[in-house]
Nanobody, 114 residues
Framework: VQLQASGGGLVQAGGSLRLSCVASGRSFSNYEMGWFRRAPGKERDFVGSIAWDGSVISYADSVKGRFTIFRDNVKNTLYLQMNNLKPEDTAVYYC????????WGQGTLVTVSS
């Protein structure tokens, strides 16, 4: 599967961004999808995931109540709506396909200024 994330940018603390991830190759609608992020100097961390049909959604504690994951299986696109952004959300954000999460796209950089 090929994955292309986009929508990152520079935003002030308290602001919002919506990331998108377009998938091609392997059937998108049959698989769980996830968002991950890598902050400067840190390991890649789990942000959240969504079941193939959207029935089950999980979030890391650090983003619960602020981030929302959703998907459009017709458009083969995964989304991450990020609200009330904090400087500690600064990272490169990646999407990946479950269940193994072994395929990574280029990622998109989100920078949150204080």
């Amino acid at each position: 599967v090929q994955l292309q994330a986009s929508g990152g940018g520079l935003v002030q603390a308290g602001g919002s961004l919506r990331l998108s991830c377009v998938a091609s190759g392997r059937s998108f609608s049959n698989y769980e999808m996830g968002w991950f992020r890598r902050a400067p100097g840190k390991e890649r961390d789990f942000v959240g995931s969504i079941a193939w049909d959207g029935s089950v959604i999980s979030y890391a504690d650090s983003v619960k109540g602020r981030f929302t994951i959703f998907r459009d299986n017709v458009k083969n696109t995964l989304y991450l709506q990020m609200n009330n952004l904090k400087p500690e959300d600064t990272a490169v954000y990646y999407c990946s396909q479950g269940p193994r999460y072994d395929s990574w796209g280029q990622g998109t950089l989100v920078t949150v200024s204080s």
